[in-house]
Every structure is written in structure tokens, then in C-alpha cells.
T-cell receptor
Framework: DSGVTQTPKHLITATGQRVTLRCSPR?????VYWYQQSLDQGLQFLIQ???????AKGNILERFSAQQFPDLHSELNLSSLELGDSALYFC??????????????FGPGTRLTVL | LAKTTQPISMDSYEGQEVNITCSHN???????ITWYQQFPSQGPRFIIQ???TKVTNEVASLFIPADRKSSTLSLPRVSLSDTAVYYC?????????FGSGTRLSIRP
């Protein structure tokens, strides 16, 4: 158990809908990262927040957005869902941000299925 | 555009040493190199991280040459439970780049 929690574990929805994925980082971690992993694909970095502020941005679509709240939990919002958005979405957390020793701890993921 | 490149797959046998190399030609001065292991339907798990030369912990070693344009993860005496996908990651102040992963299969 990494200490990172993600809810829900599974999510099934229809095209065009909007969903929110939630992540609670490990106690004491200030950075939260979101990743997308499609079937049999590698990890695609989406976005990173550090202590409430956006720190780094990867291949995140304009239909996706995220935020980190004062209690440090984070939410990833996915809108106008398409079939291709079906994937595992991982959240990770770390103490620091970026250019230093920085081990990321990954949650168990949310499996999103868009029908 | 920065990119990391790894072999798609590798096979080995129990008890052997396995070396997986990652190419990161455009690594920046302040970037770190990290390796993660992932089992099916689980989140990746940290293996080792380094900046230059050699780093060793209880499960692996990481070799980084002076030009830092590549790195090699070394797994000593692998077992069947080391069958997994291994990712290298290059990260900096505002950059996070995962490799596409190497699927390592260990045979008895």
C-alpha cells in the first residue's frame, strides 16, 4: 500500500459525459501527479500540482482539467468523454517537486470505461 | 522535444543479471533519472533514482555515464517475480517524461 488513495476504483460512463476522479496523496506529500495509461500502453503524464499550484503540464487535453485543494487532495475532471478516453488513470504523490531526489508513490488507479 | 527510448521487451532466465538501457539524449543539466516497475493492473513502484555515475540499493543498480545521455538499470539474479514492465523516467523542475516501458519476462 503506497498510501495514495484514488476513488472511484472503476467508473463506467457514456460518450459526451463528464466525470471527476479523486486522489488523496500520502500524508505530508505536497506534489500530486496525474497519468493516463491506455490498454497495453505506457504512462502518459498529464499534469502536476505542488501545494495547490500547477507545476508541470504534459499531454493533457483541453477537455481535461485538474486542481489541488487546500487539504492537498486533487481532482481530475474529464469532460465531453470519447471512447478513446477509456484508460487507467493513476495519481501519484511526492514530497518535493521536480529537480531533486523525488520518489513518486502511485495510487491503485481508476479504471474509466467510456461506452 | 525531449524523449526517452527503451527496448520494447527482454527475456531472461532465473538467476541471471538483467540490464535494461534507456536512451535520453536531450536530458537537461538538472534532470534526474528514475526507474519504476509495474505489474499488471497496479500502479508503478519506485526502484531507483540517480543523477550521475552509479547508484546501488538493495534491489538494483543504476549506471549513468558521464554524458548522461543514457542509463542502465541492472537487476542482479532475477527471479520469476521480476517479470514486469520497467519504465525509465527523466524529470526536472517542470518536466516529467516516461519511457514507453520494457516488458521483462523471466523464465525458469
Amino acid at each position: 500500500d503506497s498510501g495514495v488513495t484514488q476513488t472511484p476504483k472503476h467508473l463506467i460512463t457514456a460518450t459526451g459525459q463528464r466525470v471527476t476522479l479523486r486522489c488523496s496523496p500520502r500524508s505530508g506529500d505536497l506534489s500530486v501527479y496525474w497519468y493516463q495509461q491506455s490498454l497495453d500502453q505506457g504512462l502518459q503524464f498529464l499534469i502536476q500540482y505542488y501545494n495547490g499550484e500547477e507545476r508541470a503540464k504534459g499531454n493533457i487535453l483541453e477537455r481535461f482539467s485538474a486542481q489541488q485543494f487546500p487539504d492537498l487532495h486533487s481532482e481530475l475532471n474529464l469532460s465531453s468523454l470519447e471512447l478513446g478516453d477509456s484508460a487507467l488513470y493513476f495519481c501519484a504523490s511526492s514530497v518535493e517537486s521536480g529537480a531533486s531526489y523525488n520518489e513518486q508513490f502511485f495510487g491503485p488507479g481508476t479504471r474509466l470505461t467510456v461506452l | 522535444l525531449a524523449k526517452t527510448t527503451q527496448p520494447i521487451s527482454m527475456d531472461s532466465y532465473e538467476g541471471q543479471e538483467v540490464n535494461i538501457t534507456c536512451s535520453h539524449n536531450n536530458i537537461a543539466t538538472n534532470d534526474y533519472i528514475t526507474w519504476y516497475q509495474q505489474f499488471p493492473s497496479q500502479g508503478p513502484r519506485f526502484i531507483i533514482q540517480g543523477y550521475k555515475t552509479k547508484v546501488t540499493n538493495e534491489v538494483a543498480s543504476l549506471f549513468i555515464p558521464a554524458d548522461r545521455k543514457s542509463s542502465t538499470l541492472s537487476l542482479p539474479r532475477v527471479s520469476l517475480s521480476d517479470t514486469a514492465v520497467y519504465y525509465c523516467l527523466v524529470s526536472g523542475a517542470s518536466k516529467i517524461i516516461f519511457g514507453s516501458g520494457t516488458r521483462l519476462s523471466i523464465r525458469p
